[in-house]
């Protein structure tokens, strides 16, 4: 069964210091999401990003956030500089078509930022 | 904004058992559910979920209703298994809408 891969597995970065997280979507998807789970709460939506570009954000994905589908496979999402309150588990998810489609996630990259 | 929540932060249940986990939201313009499965260090994993034209929803041992007059979304499970125990969440979507919005999950304790 396809499924969404993430890298790295965990991530840990200074504070201050730029972090690239990739995703790897089912390929013949068309929307792409990253969302953030802080230890112990609920999955937050950060982005959806639809036809190379960005759909819609939350207050979360500020200006210091960024997301990239650099060529037809990868997903990215670029935190420029990182804060202590930036870790947290990142998913990226992925859906086939508009309209009610379950989005299907990945297993994380768990960012530590110290 | 929306909220979601669930009754319920912990169940423990008897291998064997059914489980009932439940989910609450507020927005009416909500018009899909879905039920995610998160096992520890894992992605959510995409269980069953329900339109809102529907009332109820059958898929293996799993079965979600919706009661979309008092706003109220649940999963029951069938036999329940050790494999069974993980957080499970609500998720909601909206036509129109690009993002989930998620309960705050229920963690499932299958004893053996």
């Known amino acids: 069964e396809p499924e969404v891969t993430q890298t790295p597995s965990h991530q840990v970065t200074q504070m201050g210091q730029e972090v690239i997280l990739r995703c790897v979507p089912i390929?013949?998807?068309?929307?792409f999401y990253w969302y953030r789970q802080i230890l112990g709460q609920k999955v937050e939506f950060l982005v959806s990003?639809?036809?190379?570009?960005?759909?819609?954000k939350s207050e979360i994905f500020d200006d210091q956030f960024s997301v990239e589908r650099p060529d037809g496979s990868n997903f990215t999402l670029k935190i420029r500089s990182t804060k202590l309150e930036d870790s947290a588990m990142y998913f990226c998810?992925?859906?086939?078509?508009?309209?009610?489609?379950?989005?299907?996630f990945g297993d994380g990259t768990r960012l530590s930022i110290l | 904004g929306e909220s979601v929540g669930l009754h319920l932060p912990t169940l423990s249940v008897q291998e064997g058992d059914n489980s009932i986990i439940n989910c609450a939201y507020s927005?009416?313009?909500?018009?899909?559910f879905i039920w995610y499965k998160q096992e520890s260090g894992k992605g959510p994993q995409f269980i069953i979920d329900?339109?809102?034209?529907?009332d109820k929803r059958q898929g293996q041992r799993v079965t979600v209703l919706l009661n979309k007059t008092v706003k109220h979304l649940s999963l029951q499970i069938a036999a329940t298994q050790p494999g069974d125990s993980a957080v499970y969440f609500c998720?909601?979507?909206?036509?129109?809408?690009?993002?989930?919005?998620f309960g705050t999950g229920t963690r499932l304790t299958v004893i053996p």
């Open positions: 998810a992925s859906k086939g078509i508009i309209g009610n489609q379950p989005q299907h």
């Open positions: 390929s013949n998807h068309l929307y």
């Open positions: 990003f639809y036809n190379n570009e960005i759909s819609e």
């Open positions: 927005n009416s313009a909500s018009d899909y």
């Open positions: 329900i339109r809102s034209n529907m």
């Open positions: 998720a909601l979507d909206q036509t129109g809408a690009n993002n989930l919005f």
